[in-house]
């Protein structure tokens, strides 16, 4: 497979996980070294109520799955696919090891947009760096996670 | 207001945070120097459809909330909160600043059940250990948080 | 090679890092499921000379070469290693992914003790927690670290 | 005290504590929003032997201690500080509350360069991201550090 059947398929992936979908996150840009996820506010996203921001669990893990993308496909790059079902096989095995985040200011907007690229590759482990703006461009949050790829 | 007073206040605002009740997260157990937040299995929390376990995000997210928690009711104790508009002015003050999470284990199980205990304490920062088993004592995840409370 | 022929060589090869030779740090317990490391207050360890506390340099330090001595010996474990050969190879290949260090009090004390144990294991990488205390059992830091062993 | 007299003077403080001499750091560079810190290579700095390359505690060491310059330094900007004394006390009161270090490249190189500058900033907490370049530009490890710096 190459990489252009291999990053849609990806992206429906994840696209259609479960938890993704209840929060509404999608892959709104996939290329081979950088990766996009974006969301819209939603009521039901929020943290304290009084100050109707987003809950650090959600920021988590949009950071947690734009960081994941990234490693997979950065991974997959060096495997030759041959077709769906070795990617899945493959895609089952890798797995986020641990995750930092770091809230910088309030999660408020109407759109955000986690972005990632990968800082550390290899056979085994890759290592992400990730960060969520809004819509204008606030810098809401980094991240930086660690992947089992091999 | 008494800690008998406080603490109950502060679990039902939890309770009642949007995103806690997308997650189906329960304060159900909270005493000045542990707390437990519980959840349910559902198909909604799933990553990987394939695998059948929860999506990292919603251990970052109960993690968190179980250490916010903690970190709370640790630096309320040091403050004498003379009512509810007070405690609430407090409580919009505190936020986390960052955390980590370690993936241990597949999230697999019927019920989950995140503790927290507070290993560093002080006017201006709490730093919380927290863990995730399921209801079978299977050892999940384990997460440092630190948080603003002054 | 035996676990009672392993463990001493391993404990040997870190004794004589040279840069665990400067921070004074020796192996003083090495069993299959933990370890302790332990060094001397000296005037050379200090960062703020006013505060006469320890670098958290070097609490990084020893948390992480207390991690990584557990990581290795139980990731060695996993192998028949039948030489010292062998051994070497393998322990070359070893090393510290990335490491979380909380400071919890002031790095005072005499004789400072460091104990890791392990929270994951696997054939590529382990997961250690870490902590610190000084001779009279004050919790001075705790550490994470993630090691690729395989 | 300005900035130009202050900056030199924190920068003295840092080259001169001890386990920073032990490591022969210097504070290269230090403007309000970068600062620089540098070392040669040094046989004493090794980790494994056989593969002469730097010991991760070195390098952690040298990142708290760029982020820990960066933090000072912004913290400092947001006070009027009258003199010596008065920002000797202010200093003594920060310190790091937690780091997190990713390992990206072996160790090696001549002169080794850690740079640092702030992502959140706060009356009561620093946040910095440090990185570690060789002489070749060689990307050899990241950090993210928490100071509480009021």
Same mark, same amino acid.
């Given at each position: 497979?190459?990489?252009?059947?291999?990053?849609?398929?990806?992206?429906?992936?994840?696209?259609?996980?479960?938890?993704?979908?209840?929060?509404?996150?999608?892959?709104?840009?996939?290329?081979?070294?950088?990766?996009?996820?974006?969301?819209?506010?939603?009521?039901?996203?929020?943290?304290?109520?009084?100050? $109707?921001?987003?809950?650090?669990?959600?920021? /988590? /893990?949009?950071?947690?799955?734009?960081?994941?993308?990234?490693?997979?496909?950065?991974?997959?790059?060096?495997? /030759?696919?041959?077709? $769906?079902?070795?990617?899945?096989?493959?895609?089952?095995?890798?797995?986020?090891?641990?995750?930092?985040?770091?809230?910088?200011?309030?999660?408020?907007?109407?759109?955000?947009?986690? /972005?990632?690229?990968?800082?550390?590759?290899?056979? $085994?482990?890759?290592?992400?760096?990730?960060?969520?703006?809004?819509?204008?461009?606030?810098?809401?949050?980094?991240?930086?996670?660690?992947?089992?790829?091999?």
């Amino acid at each position: 497979m190459s990489d252009n059947e291999l990053l849609p398929f990806i992206a429906q992936a994840f696209d259609q996980m479960p938890f993704n979908c209840l929060l509404g996150l999608k892959v709104t840009h996939f290329a081979v070294d950088n990766v996009q996820v974006s969301f819209a506010w939603s009521d039901t996203l929020v943290g304290n109520p009084m100050q $109707k921001i987003l809950h650090g669990g959600v920021i /988590s /893990s949009v950071l947690d799955t734009a960081g994941g993308l990234m490693a997979v496909s950065t991974a997959l790059g060096r495997f /030759s696919i041959n077709d $769906k079902a070795e990617l899945a096989a493959r895609l089952s095995k890798m797995s986020t090891i641990d995750i930092r985040t770091d809230y910088l200011r309030p999660g408020r907007g109407n759109t955000f947009i986690a /972005s990632a690229h990968v800082i550390r590759t290899g056979n $085994k482990v890759a290592v992400c760096r990730m960060e969520l703006h809004n819509e204008q461009g606030v810098h809401i949050a980094v991240g930086t996670g660690t992947y089992l790829v091999g």
